[in-house]
């Protein structure tokens, strides 16, 4: 007999003796689905959300049984389709989505559909938080100067955002200067459990920002995906993922004096990392990871894309309980929490030996030393203690090593007397979601601060510093402790509530200084609180930017440069010219939890999001058009994608690969960041030579990521980071790489941008080809670096391994992920650019994983063959390849299904 929904239909209680109603997993054990009680709970609660949404056609009981049966160790095939309850989106990813769903109310138009055929069927929030950048810093009025440059900046944007408020009922705006999407998520937006009809169920969501995964410190499944996919799952489609390993990290012991919650997610992302944990879902457990508080787990939670995970989860148990009343969530609410998961007898920490999981790895929680990362990436620390050797033989080291391959130590003179040499501290940034959603690293920074200014220290004028808190609580308690006052006197003044940094929104440089950097090739350096640190992302003319905790920040900021060991040395001398050391500034763990204890309550929480749409008169200024189509008009911000120009009721036929060329051949490592467009749009681009034939002067290009709406300028950006390195080009005179969005076009051989090469491809009809190495796409989960990947004529990606969000983008984008066979590479198939090649089947039937052979005919005439395997790792991805795409796919089937009832 099939199951039945409703026999899985229980009661439990809530507050003040009320019940509620849910779908239990101890009866769907009972009636014979196996051993439920031994899976991760990460598991049970995707689980639970099969058996709520059962309807035979998205979900079928097969794919209950499937997730029901799953193995420690098993060969991975079945998908699984999970639909959550909510979306999460920033701005930057937010816009563009917006545009394609403008868009595909244009289409419905033109088929004589209602427009409102297309909207949300889950609750999707966006939060304006990636767009502020940090103009003014080190003046008392920063805030309030930066927040009207972003308006003034983004003014078409936000018109644009406010008509899609209006336009899709399900749509809601958390507005500019309120906070970073993810720590607004885990203090307000996120709600445990949630209620329909008298049904309680898990909150669950995907997010368009890799970093979603900071909710799972409450117990909530959900993870980074690009805007493609979360269109996709706001119009019904459920969201497929392969049935993942699930790695289980036992924590132990407790962090040791000075030690923060940074240290401790620095070591585990190194360690996770080295594991190779990309695509599985992390775990942790254990009495270590029940004595972390629930900011200190968002921390760690936060961090599972540096680490190559989907999730990195925390079960629900009394701390998030804890957590969920001090950010001011009601009674009520967290009485249903508690005794919701406690009746799915999912409520605790796990202890070692209860749950199956595909591989165990353990930490010992006081063996953690206070670490930063950097130069180039988040998984590569340095203790502390070692920074110093580690940095200067950074300085020495060939490029081909990962160094920078610099002999000449001498420091070069300013005008104003200021001297730079390698390893300066240029940019000191408290910033990002990772660690300003953490009061205990916060308050740590300003005590730092506190002690430092009490000794007479301060921060070198060259320095440019700011303090940008992931929401309003955190200057609220920093003020109420007496901590801003302190921190501002080090210039740590309050700049914005956003990415800032973190996100490359650093803002410029002293003139000056930019040109010194650029014309003496100095690598100088950043320090931030933040998540990502890859090339050219923070700023590009600083070359060296290292990962740390908020204290740590004000740190180097003190001592002002990055070559010194903190340990043994001084960070700077008071005005009796003594020597003041990092370890007599450095808060005890009892001043820093005596500090949290008066500053925060859930009183603050409730007040300052009780009314946060209508707290900044700037946004309320905004005046939008209204009406359920939108009206484009002729703008450099929104433009109409394209996308659904030729779209058409029933797919065409997928051309075929033949005497493609290579658009450019990467090594390892290469980011989103260098894929997508990102950062300020520079007068000699591409883009810039767009903007400035459209009459916008160079002051006003404003970022990349402002101007995601308009496809014309993101294409000519896509592959243009200042140091992405296209191996098809010679090093220059000096035996450096070149570096920036480059390639020789065939079969000139003629340099050019990547750009100007493609649109020269498109123009002939040669389809092209991005070879690249390890890690490809690694980074924020950027839908336009598969976008722009798409619209410049790019057919298929070879790499040697992808990350997950960006392997899935592609296919999203009908771009085919093929993957070298073990010991290949662009470089043991000796390709250098000028071959052409084919890729017979591509255009066929395809299946999962399946084999492709690539031809390649040599400049010297040789012919080779190659296996490689398709990365379309489930079946569903092999119909959004087919239709083009997983919008026109899901499109088609809203069209399909009106004409149907109909």
């Not at 445990?192 to 409450?218: E, K």
Request: hydrophobic letters at 45%; charged letters at 20%.
């Amino acid at each position: 007999m099939s199951l039945r929904v409703q026999d899985t239909l229980r009661t439990f209680p809530l507050a003040n003796g009320q019940t509620g109603q849910l779908h239990s997993l101890l009866e769907l054990e009972a009636l014979g689905f196996g051993k439920l009680s031994r899976l991760p709970v990460s598991l049970r609660i995707v689980l639970e959300s099969l058996l709520r949404n059962l309807d035979g056609k998205r979900i079928t009981e097969q794919h209950l049984r499937q997730l029901a049966s799953w193995q420690p160790q098993a060969t991975r095939n079945e998908e699984i389709p999970f639909i959550v309850a909510r979306i999460v989106l920033q701005d930057f990813t937010g816009v563009p989505l917006l545009c394609d769903l403008a868009a595909m109310r244009d289409v419905a138009v033109r088929f004589g559909k209602n427009p409102r055929l297309i909207e949300p069927l889950v609750q999707v929030d966006l939060v304006v938080d990636h767009s502020v950048q940090v103009d003014h810093f080190r003046e008392m009025d920063a805030l309030d100067l930066n927040m009207r440059l972003e308006f003034q900046r983004n003014a078409e944007r936000y018109r644009f955002i406010k008509w899609g408020m209006q336009a899709f009922h399900s749509f809601r705006v958390v507005p500019p200067g309120i906070g970073i999407v993810h720590q607004v998520n885990l203090e307000y937006l996120a709600r445990g459990v949630i209620q329909r009809q008298g049904v309680y169920f898990p909150d669950s969501l995907v997010g368009t920002d890799s970093h979603t995964t900071m909710i799972n410190a409450l117990g909530v499944v959900g993870w980074g995906v690009g805007g493609i996919e979360a269109e996709a799952g706001m119009l019904g489609q459920p969201v497929y993922f392969l049935m993942p390993d699930v790695v289980g990290v036992h924590l132990s012991g407790q962090l040791r004096e000075g030690v923060t919650a940074t240290d401790l997610v620095l070591v585990i992302t190194e360690m996770l990392r080295r594991a190779q944990v990309v695509g599985t879902f992390v775990e942790f457990f254990g009495a270590g990871a029940a004595s972390l508080s629930l900011p200190d787990r968002a921390t760690i939670a936060n961090m599972a894309p540096e680490y190559g995970a989907t999730m990195g989860f925390f079960p629900p148990d009394e701390v998030a309980a804890a957590y969920l009343t001090a950010t001011g969530r009601s009674d009520e609410e967290v009485s249903a929490f508690r005794n919701y998961f406690l009746a799915q007898q999912l409520f605790g920490m796990p202890q070692a030996g209860a749950i199956d999981y595909s591989r165990e790895l353990a930490l010992d929680l006081a063996s953690v030393m206070p670490s930063v990362a950097g130069p180039k990436r988040p998984q590569d620390r340095i203790a502390l203690p070692d920074l110093k050797s580690a940095f200067e033989r950074l300085v020495t080291q060939a490029p081909a090593e990962g160094g920078y391959g610099k002999v000449d130590e001498a420091r070069h003179t300013l005008a104003n007397g200021v001297t730079l040499g390698h390893g300066d501290v240029l940019i000191a940034a408290i910033t990002s979601c990772t660690n300003t959603s953490n009061p205990s690293v916060m308050l740590a920074a300003g005590l730092l601060a506190q002690k430092a200014v009490a000794r007479g220290l301060r921060v070198a004028p060259q320095i440019k510093t700011s303090l940008a808190p992931g929401s309003r609580v955190v200057s609220d308690y920093l003020a109420k402790a007496g901590l801003l006052a302190p921190l501002g006197e080090l210039g740590f003044h309050l700049v914005a509530y956003g990415c800032i940094t973190c996100i490359g929104n650093s803002g410029p440089l002293d003139q000056n200084i930019e040109h010194i950097l650029s014309s003496q090739d100095l690598i100088c350096a950043a320090v931030l609180s933040g998540n990502r640190n890859f090339e050219a992302r923070i700023h590009p003319a600083i070359k060296a930017n290292f990962l740390m905790s908020p204290p740590l920040v004000v740190a180097f900021a003190l001592a002002g440069r990055i070559g010194i060991n903190l340990a043994i040395e001084p960070l700077g001398y008071d005005s009796q010219n003594t020597p003041v050391y990092l370890h007599e500034l450095w808060p005890s763990q009892q001043e820093v939890a005596s500090a949290v204890l008066a500053a925060t309550d859930p009183e603050t929480f409730r007040r300052l999001y009780a009314d946060f749409a209508h707290a900044n008169p700037l946004w309320e200024n905004i005046h939008a058009a209204l009406g359920e189509v939108y009206a484009w008009e002729d703008s450099t911000y929104i433009a109409r994608p394209p996308f659904f120009d030729d779209f058409a009721a029933v797919p065409s036929a997928i051309p075929s690969i033949h005497r493609a060329r290579a658009l450019a051949i990467f090594g390892d490592s290469v980011t989103t960041d260098h894929i997508s467009p990102a950062g300020s749009i520079k007068r000699a681009s591409p883009a810039g030579d767009y903007l400035a034939a459209a009459g916008v002067a160079p002051d006003d290009f404003n970022s990349y990521g402002s101007r995601r709406g308009n496809h014309q300028i993101m294409l000519r950006g896509t592959f243009a980071n200042v140091r992405i390195r296209n191996l098809m080009l010679s090093p220059g005179p000096d035996g450096q790489p070149i570096e920036g969005g480059l390639t020789l076009s065939q079969p000139t051989g003629k340099q050019c941008f990547i750009h100007d090469a493609a649109m020269a491809y498109l123009h002939a009809n040669t389809p092209t080809l991005i070879f690249a190495g390890t890690e490809y796409g690694s980074g924020s989960s950027r839908d336009w670096a598969a976008k722009g990947t798409r619209l410049l004529g790019v057919r298929a990606v070879i790499a040697r391994s992808f990350e997950r969000i960006h392997r899935a983008n592609l296919v999203g984008m009908g771009v085919l992920p093929l993957q070298f066979k073990p010991g290949d590479s662009a470089v043991t198939l000796g390709l250098h650019g000028d071959e052409i090649f084919d890729l017979p089947g591509a255009e066929g039937s395809l299946t999962p994983g399946q084999d492709l052979v690539l031809h390649v005919q040599h400049a010297d005439g040789r012919h080779s063959e190659h296996a490689l395997l398709l990365r379309i790792d489930t079946p569903v991805e092999i119909d959004y390849y087919r239709h083009g795409g997983i919008l026109p796919y899901v499109l088609r089937d809203l069209l399909a299904s009106l004409a149907v009832e109909g």
